[in-house]
Nanobody, 120 residues
Framework: VQLVQSGGGLGQPGGSPRLSCAASGSIFSIFDMKWYRQAPGKQRELVAY???????KYADSVKGRFTISRDNAKNTADLQMNSLKPEDTAVYSC???????????????WGQGTQVTVSS
């Protein structure tokens, strides 16, 4: 199973970039999909997650600005980031809880991480 991220890069305050995470490989089911971020010198923070039933939850720091969504047919999860702030600067990583076959133990898989830098 591989998770490949796209999007990110340099953004301006107030901008609206979108991050995508695509899972591929031997996939039977995908449960929770999550986006984390880690800023320099800070602990990793869970930014948002979405369950298989499309229940979502957000960190207080991004609530109302970021939106997580998923496309189960494509095995993707996106993070729409609006009203960017300099404090959103971090490496963003996606993860997914995946089973590879019926009866498999669910495991966490991770994307490669992508830098988002917010600067004017």
């Amino acid at each position: 199973v591989q998770l490949v991220q796209s999007g990110g890069g340099l953004g301006q305050p107030g901008g609206s970039p979108r991050l995508s995470c695509a899972a591929s490989g031997s996939i039977f089911s995908i449960f929770d999909m999550k986006w984390y971020r880690q800023a320099p010198g800070k602990q990793r923070e869970l930014v948002a997650y979405i369950t298989g039933d499309d229940v979502t939850k957000y960190a207080d720091s991004v609530k109302g600005r970021f939106t997580i969504s998923r496309d189960n047919a494509k095995n993707t999860a996106d993070l729409q980031m609006n009203s960017l702030k300099p404090e959103d600067t971090a490496v963003y990583s996606c993860s997914a809880v995946v089973t590879r076959f019926n009866g498999d133990y669910p495991r966490d898989y991770w994307g490669q991480g992508t830098q988002v830098t917010v600067s004017s």
